[in-house]
């Protein structure tokens, strides 16, 4: 069954707004990761952080995680039509680290 | 380096044909894994392998075998196709068998419809 949700399904902003979409998953976890697809193409890695951290910065992108709460964020600032794509949150869990589990996916729409 | 390759990238199967996904990286890692991508599902864990000669299975396996003879190759055999396989299929890859700190490098997947 699916470890992660994410929140909202669909998102529709302007180019230049700012983008968060959130992550609630159910067990404790080794890491959580997030993953941008492409249309019609593979997942491609964003970042990865890990059950110990609590805040992780890449270019544009910044993820939360509160373990206390299960739950991630990813913000995605000053946002472009190019983060048009599908984003997917995974987590590593304790004791199954081998088995990545993925949620359904946040549907992000940057409008020009 | 080309990365996770996937072959063929699009297959139209009849009920109870069986065939075989292909997928090879050249990356040289430990973890190879196939998932299958259904609409309003994300992604499903079909089988994994950590090494070369070691699989086991994910959340969904039933109808589906792999083998891992080498680091490079790990194939995913439908037995006999059924229309509840249609889904596009993924090959992905990571340095390590454990995810820790490695992500997965994912192909661009095979588009399957059984009719």
């Known amino acids: 069954s699916q470890q992660g949700e994410e929140d909202p399904q669909a998102l529709s902003i302007q180019e230049g707004e700012n983008a968060t979409m959130n992550c609630s998953y159910k067990t404790s976890i080794n890491n959580l990761q997030w993953y941008r697809q492409n249309s019609g193409r593979g997942l491609v890695h964003l970042i990865l952080i890990r059950s110990n951290e609590r805040e992780k910065h890449s270019g544009r992108l910044r993820v939360t995680l509160d373990t206390s709460k299960k739950s991630s964020s990813l913000l995605i600032t000053a946002s472009r039509a190019a983060d048009t794509a599908s984003y997917f949150c995974a987590t590593a869990p304790q004791g199954g680290s081998e088995k990545l589990v993925f949620g359904k996916g946040t549907k992000l729409t940057v409008n020009p | 380096n080309a990365g996770v390759t996937q072959t063929p990238k699009f297959q139209v199967l009849k009920t109870g044909q069986s065939m075989t996904l292909q997928c090879a990286q050249d990356?040289?890692?430990?973890?190879m894994s196939w998932y299958r991508q259904d609409p309003g599902m994300g992604l499903r864990l079909i089988h994994y392998?950590?090494?070369?000669?070691?699989?086991d299975q994910g959340e969904v396996p039933n109808g589906y075998n792999v083998s891992r003879s080498t680091t490079e190759d790990f194939p995913l055999r439908l037995l006999s196709a059924a229309p509840s396989q249609t889904s596009v299929y993924f090959c992905?890859?990571?340095?390590?068998?454990?995810?820790?700190?490695?992500?997965?490098?994912f192909g661009n997947g095979t588009r399957l419809t059984v009719t």
């Open positions: 392998s950590v090494g070369a000669g070691i699989t």
């Open positions: 992905a890859s990571s340095r390590t068998a454990f995810t820790y700190n490695s992500p997965l490098h």
């Open positions: 990356m040289n890692h430990e973890y």
